[in-house]
């Protein structure tokens, strides 16, 4: 009885071994990219963002956004001394479509920016900016950007608003 008990344990264990996957000696290539050309795809899907936003077109600028539960949107408003913050996609999309019924009124948008610091990560990139705009002043932004079915959708912003240069 003990015999057949090793023997059976002994060929459990090489049947084991015999089911290890082979290493695969295939070379994964990753295409290249075209950095100037994706930096210029951000920088379309930022610039029109903005301009929704101002626009107070609701419907346009979820669009622009990743519609997923650890997304986050963050304001830090040091003239005023507020902050906000929304974490996942039901509460960001929820606290803008009440800011834009609260403030319907298109604002002017700010000078859309062409100068962005842009690293890429595969399908993600991290992004920074500077922007004036004329209610709040100067604003410091960093996106996390996505690439979801070719094109480049945010999925974190974080705003630092110092307001205007009262020494100018």
Known sequence: MMKT???LLLLGIL???SCKQEKSTE???IPPVNFEQEKKAILETL???TTVAFQRNYEAWTEKWVHD???SKTYINFEDSTHSEAIGWNKISAFVKAFMEEHPEPEPAPKLVNDIDVRLYGNGAWVSFEQVDSLRGLKR???LMEKIEGQW???GMHTTIYGFDKNK
Do not use: D
Request: proline content about 0%.
């Open 47 to 49: 610039q029109s963002e």
């Open 153 to 155: 959708k945010i999925a």
């Open 5 to 7: 008990k090793i023997i």
């Open 69 to 71: 539960e650890n997304i």
């Open 15 to 17: 049947s084991l071994g």
């Open 141 to 143: 932004e960093t996106r």
């Open 27 to 29: 070379i994964k290539t």
